[in-house]
């Protein structure tokens, strides 16, 4: 059942590519619906920026997101449009949110795909098929855009990925955590 207001949130006029569980194409459908009752399983992906140290770049979700909202991010995560490729999304998803450009980078590829499905509170759910692409930002100049970062930061991959108690003050994104528990292989 919709909560008030939320017919007019920005979701509900956009829309996500629903998928099969191999991430076959099965259509479009309303994204906020496909996050809300009982969710329909769509296409996602999410960034994972390194510098040249082998630092993660993580990015703070802003506090307007309708789900997970001030939680910490990989370096972007959305949904790729209808037609769009994950490498062509996650392009324009990291100049839109971060300021990067794809000059600042070298080799932006999926390296893992996964399915997962969770709930947030009481307010809606993930039910997606989401690939993971990494790349290595070679100039890490960033100018993020506050609608869509509250906040960046710099962490030694390797601690994090396997020290995860070091940073639990640090509420991560559930797709976040999926792909470093499945040990991308990075470094």
């Known amino acids: 059942m919709a909560k008030a207001g939320e017919a007019d949130h920005e979701n509900a006029a956009q829309e996500v590519v629903a998928v099969d569980a191999e991430d076959r194409a099965e259509g479009v459908v309303n994204r906020l619906a496909a996050h809300t009752g009982d969710g329909v399983r769509h296409r996602a992906f999410t960034v994972l920026l390194f510098d040249e140290t082998d630092r993660i770049l993580l990015a703070q979700r802003s506090p307007d997101k309708r789900l997970w909202d001030a939680h910490w991010d990989g370096t972007v995560a959305s949904h790729p449009r ?21 000059d600042q980078y070298d080799n932006l590829a999926v390296s893992d795909r996964f399915e997962y499905r969770r709930h947030y509170h009481d307010e809606g759910l993930e039910h997606e098929v989401c690939a993971v692409l990494q790349a290595t930002l070679r100039d890490t100049s960033l100018d993020p855009d506050p609608a869509e970062v509250a906040g960046i930061l710099w962490a030694p991959y390797e601690r994090l990925a396997h020290n995860r108690r070091w940073y639990r003050q640090l509420e991560l994104c559930p797709w976040f955590e999926i792909a470093m528990r499945r040990d991308l292989g990075h470094s």
Do not use: K, N
């Open 82 to 102: 209808e037609g769009e490729t994950q490498i062509e999304a996650a392009r324009q998803r990291l100049t839109e949110e971060l300021g990067v450009t794809p």
